[in-house]
């Protein structure tokens, strides 16, 4: 039983692999590039040069924190739909620590400032947390309004009390280089955020997997009534799970801010905390998946930026890839390709009917 | 001749045999009952007939000639209908509008007048009266059966199948329905009714046809049969007559009740001044027809809902503001009549649900890291103990989802009933079950009340209320009718409390 069914899983894997190279080389094709030479570029903007390489990580970090507050959420049936806020939030949270303590408390001032966007972006999923499990709203509006709120909020923060005294941008002052995350590998963009990111993975993968706590978020996730029969606060649970779910996605605003940016401006998400959805979605809300596909995702995305800088094939291809893998992975029921025997397993029944 | 011949009727899910050469006759003008243990192939056999399965093999037919439905629809339109054990009504439409819905010969504009005279001459006609304007959601069952048997003698059916229909009405409704049954006949229907309820079959059915393993055991006509010959058809040997001994001496109280009362939410359901208590080594069977209080009752003792006034002991100790978690502490047990959705998690394994309740103790967790060694051993061990039967090859690790009814309910039983446990509430603790797995959990019931625990015992079936209970307290509109002691509680009696005809307004 299991054996088949890793056997359909792998040939599902090999004909959206197909579909999705298939329908990359036509659009390729249609920009009127040689598809062999875009997918030589492709594969150079990732394994190339050692630096592109390591671009893959720091791709892959806001994506890693973010698709995993996604995944925790989502596990527990808490619909978070607000990683892009989160993220923000935790940005902000983190600039306002590092401009505001003095140098002398070294490098407690990271810490402080990473803590202090994990409390912010906990709290705003909070919100919506609390209004689903008291008043029955929906997760999904309040975190998606809750987006635009505090993204506007930023962009208002800029332009006043964040903004840099010394110039006219709407930006903020920037990080002095005491308080940024220090770079790992010289000339290289891998910076400690990258560690961080890891150990996020692995302390989740943990909580997840191998606690109480864990255990009592996944079964809230899979059935909130069964649950509170048998004595676990579904409240609890979603609000612990909401917290954590937004203070993952603030992290890394944070480590964006500290480590890339040096300093706080509107758009630094790059919508990171959507795609976060959709890499939970894949990764099927395990940690150690959720990795895996982040590192994937950014892959693709560096091979699609190094293919469009030399070959002037839009980088949006790659979009348009994996939205297609997203409707194939989420829909292969309903595509009689993916699945020929849907009709026949409809009339079979169950054999204990 | 008959009307409906079924000849070798085979079908199989995924290589198990739900039906193996299956032959089933009907005569006009007769009822038919289809007897089985659950999973004996009966469900698959109507289904098959009705269109919702296509058989592998074998022939049908209808009146003389080979047919083969694809659908309901086609049965309907041939003349077989079916009321299924649940009901496919919508709650919020009207009776009339439930009775037409989706005909074809509606036309374009409804003619509600027409319709409405059809269905009063049908009711008139067959004794099933029904209001046709009131909203199917403000009917009990009793009355959304008659609609469901309106709805398909409408479409000018022949055959009528009843799959399990007697379960969910008290005995005086069950009369009028036979009563019902009886002017169909007369009237040249055929009838197939599926249950599993000897003294039903023996009241009502012309013929009986016995299932078992998915294979014809036995044709018989029923007044050359009797109650006994049918069980051993039925399950291979004789049935065990309620021979639990009764309780020894109780000694003291241990839950009690104190004018507990839950406020309504909607407008069923609510409890109203419940005072009740359950001894130590005591069943309390809580009788009553379904939807009179049973589930709120078992809600509020369990801390699902909390009462908006009274009292709640366990032991002398008030628990009346403690939490599910904390009451479940104190020794509160709770099987749950809906094990799909209160008790289990269908997606995770049977390791993950045995460990649902106890997970945050010695030896599956400490310091909140969980021990899934130990889990997976003490899964092993209850799954021996309790007879929960899974795939061989995934073991513990098997989806609850893929397990039968039967097992399901065990595995709920094997993570209750721990030492711990000193009340156990049982709500329908064998719905569903078939006869091994039914005996088996009664069996567990009583082996704690033997033990010194209480067990109270929620179900609808008066048959098991009465094999098994101490005494018996009955439900009505959410209070308690009547507590009979097991001498005093006759099935007349237990009957009549049922209906809401308590002993002063009968004198």
Known sequence: ?353 | MAILEMKDICKAFSGVNANENVCLNVEKGSIHALLGENGAGKTTLVNILYGIYTADSGEIRWKGRPVRFDSPREAIQSGIGMVQQHFSLVRRMTVLDNIILSLKSNGFVLNRKAAAARVASLAQKYGLTVNPITRIADLSVGERQRVEILKALYRDVELLILDEPTGVLTPQETAQFFDVLRTLKGEGYAIIIITHRMSEIMAVSDRVTILRDGRNVADLTTTQTNPEELSRYMIGRELKQGDTPAATAHSGDRLTLNGVTLAARHRHGALCDISLCVCRGEILGIAGVEGNGQKELAEVITGLRRQNVGQITLDGRDIGRLSVRGRYEAGIAYISDDRQNDGLLMGMSVCDNLLLREFRRLPFSRAGVLDRRAAVRSAENKMNTYQIRASGKTGVQTSVGLLSGGNQQKLVIARELTENAVLIIACQPTRGLDIGATEFVRSLLVRERNAGKSVMLISADLDEIMALSDRIAVLFAGKVAGVLSRKEATVQRVGLLMGGITEKERA
């Open chain 1, 1 to 353: 039983m299991q054996a088949k069914q890793r056997e359909q899983a792998l040939m599902d894997f090999t004909k959206i692999f197909l579909l999705t190279a298939a329908v990359g080389t036509l659009l390729i094709w249609a920009c009127g590039a040689s598809p062999l030479e875009a997918y030589r570029l492709f594969f150079h903007g990732m394994f190339g040069t050692f630096s592109s390489f390591a671009e893959i990580f720091v791709k892959a970090t806001p994506l890693i924190l973010t698709g995993l507050g996604c995944a925790v959420a989502f596990r527990t049936g808490f619909f978070n739909i607000g990683a892009e806020g989160q993220f923000y939030a935790g940005a902000m949270g983190t600039t306002v620590v590092v401009l505001y303590l003095p140098d002398s408390f070294g490098v407690w001032r990271i810490v402080l400032a990473m803590a202090a966007g994990f409390v912010c972006g906990g709290i705003w999923a909070l919100i919506a947390a609390l209004l689903k499990a008291k008043f029955n709203i929906s997760e999904i509006i309040v975190t998606i309004m809750l987006n635009y709120i505090i993204i506007n909020f930023l962009g208002y923060a800029v332009r006043s009390f964040l903004m840099d005294p010394a110039g006219n941008v709407p930006q903020s002052a920037k990080i002095a280089a005491s308080a940024r995350l220090a770079i790992l590998i010289p000339s290289t963009r891998f910076h400690a955020g990258i560690l961080i990111a890891v150990c996020c993975v692995l302390l989740i993968w943990f909580v997840m997997e191998k606690t109480t706590v864990g255990y009592e978020l996944t079964v809230v996730g899979k059935n909130q009534r069964a649950a509170a029969c048998n004595g676990i606060s579904v409240f609890r649970s979603v609000v612990l799970s909401a917290f954590l779910s937004g203070g993952l996605a603030a992290m890394a605003g944070g480590i964006e801010v500290l480590a890339i940016q040096k300093k706080l401006l509107e758009g630094i998400s790059a919508n990171c905390g959507y795609t976060a959805v959709l890499i939970a979605l894949i990764a099927g809300n395990r940690p150690l998946a959720v990795f895996a596909v982040a590192i994937f995702y950014a892959a693709m995305q560096v091979g699609a930026n190094s293919m469009q800088r030399q070959l002037g094939v839009p980088s949006a291809i790659v979009n348009i890839l994996i939205g297609l893998v997203v409707v194939l992975i989420l829909g292969k029921e309903l595509i009689p390709f993916v699945k020929p025997a849907v009709r026949r397993l409809k009339k079979g029944g169950r054999a204990d009917a």
